[in-house]
């Protein structure tokens, strides 16, 4: 089974098993012990921001794609070409094509609160915002990148770890 859909059916099994799950497509909150109690059945769809089997199952049919920049077909992408690509087969939504407005793009989600199919954004280049990645669970996101294509990293990695800038939800 591929990761995403692995992931996803954590997320399911955490759910089923736990309330709302704290990683893997759930709400990823810092204040877990605040939180009230929630009916099971909410728990698997209610709580959010997009439904992480089917996000999951698009994401994955782009993993090991090639970089756009690094390809001599037309079926590469970079870091915003894959993020359109993946909520447009998703949702049939139109976000904006760049990074820089991307990174406008819906609401703030402060690190704590990350929820599969949240942006999350770095700055590769020392000048502000300049990547974009789709959260999956377990501080993981994926992303186009220009050294392994259509890839799965953490968030918390020695790379992207100090250049991640923040996070927005496109998606209520």
Do not use: W
């Not at 990350?114 to 999956?136: A, E, K, N, P």
Request: proline share 3%.
């Amino acid at each position: 089974m591929r990761r995403i859909m692995a992931l996803g059916m954590v997320a399911i099994a955490l759910a089923s098993c736990q309330g709302t799950p704290r990683y893997g497509g759930g709400l990823h909150t810092s204040d877990e012990g605040d939180r009230k109690a929630e009916p099971q059945a909410q728990a698997t769809v209610g709580k959010y921001a997009v439904d992480p089997i089917a996000m999951g199952a698009v994401i994955d049919r782009y993993i090991g794609r090639p970089y756009a920049g690094t390809s001599d077909s037309m079926s590469g992408f970079d870091c915003s070409d894959f993020v359109l690509q993946v909520y447009y087969e998703y949702a049939e939504i139109h976000l904006p094509r760049t990074t820089q407005n991307l990174f406008t793009a819906g609401r703030e989600v402060k690190s704590g609160d990350l929820s599969f199919g949240d942006l999350v954004f770095f700055d590769t280049g020392g000048r502000g915002v300049s990547h974009v990645g789709i959260y999956v669970g377990f501080d993981e996101f994926a992303h186009a990148s220009s050294a392994a294509g259509v890839t799965i990293s953490n968030l918390n990695d020695k790379y992207y770890g100090k250049r991640y800038i923040g996070a927005r939800r496109v998606m209520e």
